[in-house]
């Protein structure tokens, strides 16, 4: 890993994934000592994983996540990612940077911009804030402490597998994640199509925003 000091596990524990719509999945959690960004991110390790695991690296979001906010996609990326690294075998990285790396409370405060018309990207903007403030070092250094060199890389966001791959990881191919539309967040698919390049079908959010 190019100039980046190493980490190395602190712990790992198993427990027992419940979601709300009955899924349910043993899952190791491993914990990490020397991260760079000093923030507690776990890795959430499913299946058996393989030489090539499949791997998600998933920013943390309290609103959706947590309480099923429909303004974003975290939420049912989440159940999707934990079910399908399960089922092929990989790791999942919940990484603490929440509102793309901005924390809750600007977070809120874009949300409250967005009513007014603004887009995702344009909110932060208006706040002084970056369009997304995420650095994958810290992942990096996790897949590398779990020996982890080479992966499929389960995200819409070429950034995602650009970094990884600044880093000194092999990303072999980036598999995309399903379209979990609603009412509230068309706009918001819509806009990171547009700015940040997600694969996501821009002709169908389209007709849905216009819808």
């Known amino acids: 890993m190019p100039d980046t000091p190493a980490a190395t596990q602190r712990a790992r524990v198993r427990v027992p994934l419940r979601f709300h719509d009955g899924y349910r999945v043993d899952a190791e959690l491993v914990t990490f ?3 760079t960004d000093g923030q507690e991110h776990v890795a959430v390790v499913l299946g058996e994983p ?11 979001c ?7 906010s429909a303004r974003c996609d975290c939420g049912p990326q989440l159940r999707e990612a934990v079910e399908r690294i399960a089922d092929r075998g990989g790791v999942l990285l919940y990484l603490r940077q929440e509102g793309r790396g901005i924390g809750l409370y600007n977070k809120l ?6 009513d007014q018309g603004l887009d ?3 909110a932060n903007a208006a706040l002084g804030l970056p369009e997304d ?17 080479e992966l499929d890389l389960l ?15 092999v990303v072999r191919d980036r598999v995309p994640t399903g379209v979990f539309t609603t009412a509230h967040n068309v706009r918001y698919l819509r806009a990171k199509v547009l700015q940040t390049q997600h694969t996501l079908p821009l002709a169908e959010l389209s007709e849905l925003s216009a819808g």
């Open 33 to 35: 000592h020397g991260l």
């Open 50 to 60: 393989g030489p090539v695991p499949l791997v998600r690296l998933h920013s943390e």
């Open 62 to 68: 309290l609103t959706g996540d947590v309480f099923g």
């Open 109 to 114: 405060d874009a949300y409250a911009l967005q």
């Open 120 to 122: 995702t990207y344009e």
């Open 133 to 149: 403030a995420r650095d994958y070092t810290a992942a990096a250094q996790m897949l590398r402490a779990l020996g982890i060199e």
């Open 155 to 169: 995200s819409n966001n070429p950034d995602k597998a650009e970094q990884l791959r600044s880093l000194g990881t």
